[in-house]
């Protein structure tokens, strides 16, 4: 841990990696929390396979690792028997992780509006009251919003995903994205060209699959299909984990803040990521490619 962040939360800490042996063919996906993280472990896992059909278990077969539920000399045991290629969940920022030269890096992002909104629903699908303070049913004074902008990155508020830990995340991975094994992606832009991902993902990974292999496994990876079949793709699906495996996919839209947040409230958004991020940056982070205008 001498050279890595200490990113210890209620719920996550990042220490237990320090029992993960890291092989060069390991995949990381690296997300804050409701950016897309269970759509690319999906892809991974389908492009591994190159099985639609390929029954994916998460929460065993590519475990967040960072996490207090199970105990971490089990999930390491059971990393080290894997005898296939392996992928591993991460909500710790990059500066948090182990790094290996020839592992690679999937960092997901999303508009932090969406993540945020998404987080609350999801906070009411999980029969845990981890976060009732920060995310009260009732909250007709802001109160969860207030949290989400004057929260800190680190500690205590680490799991309760505040804007200062996504743009933690950001910022980590953007300082490492000119490594040719980290890659971000962006939610916006896997809703835009799904196939266009898995070609990326694909590619990154050093994997190859037929055109008609490929347009199965990207169909697979679809929302629609995902929440249809939501017990197969919800991490701990058909577990209860969740309250309801089929909301954990609640509506893959962007854009619900829209007419939620006050003027006051938009505004403080905005002041901080103006504080935080460049144009260019802010607005990756945004909308991601298409919010970045082609260099003439």
């Not at 190859?208 to 990876?221: G, P, Q, R, T, W």
């Not at 947040?261 to 938009?266: F, P």
């Amino acid at each position: 841990m001498t050279t890595r962040k200490l990113y210890l939360g209620p719920l996550t800490d990042n220490r237990r990696w320090d029992m993960v042996r890291i092989r060069p063919d390991d995949v990381f996906v690296v997300t804050p929390p409701k950016c897309g993280t269970t759509w690319m472990q999906t892809i991974v896992a389908l492009l591994l396979s190159g099985d639609p059909d390929v029954e994916t278990e998460l929460s065993v077969k590519m475990p967040w690792v960072d996490i207090r539920i199970r105990e971490m000399a089990e999930v390491a045991d059971r990393l080290e028997a894997m005898t296939h290629r392996r992928s591993m969940k991460s909500h710790t920022p990059m500066d948090g992780l182990p790094l290996d030269d020839q592992a690679m890096y999937l960092c997901v992002f999303r508009h932090p509006l969406d993540a945020h909104f998404s987080y609350r629903t999801h906070v009411r699908n999980i029969p845990m009251s981890w976060f009732d303070m920060w995310y009260p049913e009732d909250d007709p004074d802001g109160v969860t919003f207030r949290r989400f902008l004057d929260g800190g990155a680190e500690g205590f508020d680490t799991d309760a995903m505040p804007l200062a830990h996504i743009l933690q995340h950001y910022t980590a991975a953007k300082a490492l994205a000119d490594r040719p094994n980290v890659a971000l992606f962006h939610y916006a832009d896997m809703k835009r060209d799904l196939a266009g991902t898995f070609a990326r993902v694909a590619d990154l990974l050093g994997l190859s699959h037929s055109d008609a292999v490929m347009e199965k496994l990207v169909a697979a990876a679809t929302f629609d299909n995902m929440k249809q079949n939501a017990d197969r793709y919800a991490p701990s699906g058909g577990k209860g984990f969740m309250k309801s495996d089929s909301d954990f996919f609640h509506s893959g839209t962007n854009g619900k803040w829209h007419g939620t947040l006050t003027g006051a409230e938009l505004a403080a958004y905005e002041a901080i990521m103006d504080t935080y991020l460049s144009p260019e940056d802010r607005a990756w982070l945004e909308f991601g490619s298409e919010g970045v205008p082609a260099l003439s």
